[in-house]
């Protein structure tokens, strides 16, 4: 077996697994395991944009045969099919069923990209379904739900679009951002009475809660690297949200446009249970699992959800969230190990129902308006909830370890 041919392997490895969206401990978990298979001392480090991996056959001395590679990316999108396919690939080639160099064929067709039928469809029905089931489970009346339903149409419209032009990339959060908090006031106020919820389910699908989450958790395990530039990246997300919100906000109180009147609603008892559902189906899509995993990303969001709903009210927001966010954790990999699968197909779905995103969006909402003191102590509760967060995930993976793959 061709030492460079391993070597190339554990390398082309590397960089599927950050394209789909594998954090850094994980990543660099994988590949070590992967590199004691075959036989190769490796050491690796991981950044969102890049990977710098120098690899060495087990035992040999000094510089020799030691090869080190330095590779640029752009950050990882969360790609579920991809993962396990990648995942599949790197089990088999550990043990010995595939070659070093048939890995790299596998790999190769691993990544080939999804039709644009399929990602059109994907983005703009994820986008759409998340805003609708998030109105819903903020219990939003019907007209909040059809208007965060119709924003959200927009945004998948628009992201689509913004992925083929860098240009419109760049801005895409701030854009976005300026045109729900604008035509959320104007169809305030000239079609039907509704909340400001509208405005953060119409964004929930850009609000970077699990990337400051997956920061903090990058910092914890001492990826200091990784969690610091995976934190500025969601605080210049969360920078764009919040001023173009303003923009927009400002601009419809210049054009004299008040809400409607508002109305009490109650809403019915299943219209919570069929949010929930319409949005485990956003996150399937966007996560873009496989079709066939599909019911373990809705067990994930119901446990998650059930979980918060318990916990919350009777332990309060921080050590509600430890507690769910431990829970998840540990079926996460009660999972992983049971179906010899990656856990990320369970444990994302999970945490996205409990990270503080659209905490961290109203804090620097108000700082933008100049009411600092509150933007401050919003932007405390965002630590705190964080804090927990990371602290379930850190024992849930104590309590039951992660598989030894991915």
């Known amino acids: 077996m061709s030492y460079c041919a391993q070597a190339d392997f554990v390398i082309e490895l590397a960089r599927r697994l950050h394209e789909a969206g594998s954090t850094a401990p994980r990543l660099e978990d994988v590949i070590n395991a992967v590199s004691r298979k075959l036989a190769l001392d490796t050491h690796i480090w991981s950044s969102p944009t890049a990977i ?62 999804d039709s644009p039928r399929r990602q059109w469809l994907e983005t703009v029905f994820g986008f759409l379904l998340a805003s609708a089931g998030v109105a819903g489970l903020l219990k939003g009346n019907p007209a909040e ?52 919820l509208v405005l953060t389910a119409g964004l929930i699908v850009l609000l970077p809660g699990l990337m400051l989450t997956t920061a903090a958790a990058e910092v914890a395990s ?82 998650s959800y059930a979980c918060s709903q318990v916990a919350i009210p009777a332990l309060g927001a921080e050590l509600g969230l430890f507690v769910a966010a431990f829970i998840v954790t540990v079926l996460s990999n009660v999972y992983a190990r049971l179906a010899n699968r990656p856990g990320a197909s369970f444990r994302l779905p999970g945490l996205i ?38 602290a379930g995930l850190l024992l849930g993976n104590s309590v039951m370890p992660p598989r030894q793959g991915m």
């Open 222 to 303: 001492q990826h200091l690297v990784s969690g610091t530039a995976r934190f500025a990246g969601a605080i210049a997300v969360l920078l764009k949200l919040a001023f173009g919100a303003l923009v927009g906000s400002r601009l419809a109180s210049a054009l004299g446009w008040d809400p409607l009147p508002a109305f009490s609603y109650v809403q019915p008892v299943w219209l919570p249970g069929v949010s929930l559902a319409v949005a485990a189906a956003a996150f399937a899509l966007l996560f873009k699992a496989r079709i066939r995993d599909w019911w373990v990303v809705f067990l994930a969001a119901f446990i």
């Open 52 to 113: 710098i991996a120098t690899i060495r056959p087990l035992g040999a001395l000094g510089e020799q045969n030691t090869l080190t590679r330095v590779i640029r990316l752009e950050p990882g999108q969360i790609h579920l099919r991809r993962l396990w396919r990648v995942d599949d690939i790197a089990e088999r080639v550990a043990r010995g069923e595939l070659s070093p160099e048939q890995g790299m064929i596998a790999l190769d067709f691993a990544d080939k990209a």
């Open 353 to 390: 129902l409990l990270v503080p995103g659209s905490v961290g969006f109203k804090s620097l909402t108000f700082v933008f308006e100049k009411d600092v003191f509150l933007g401050l102590d919003t932007a405390f509760s965002v630590v705190t909830l964080v804090a927990a967060l990371v």
């Open 145 to 196: 739900i059809a208007s965060a339903a119709a924003l959200g149409l927009m945004l998948g419209v628009l992201a689509q679009l913004a992925m083929d032009r860098p240009r419109l990339a760049a801005t895409f959060e701030a854009l976005a951002a300026f045109l729900v908090a604008f035509l959320t006031a104007w169809i305030a106020h000239a079609w039907a009475p509704i909340s400001p």
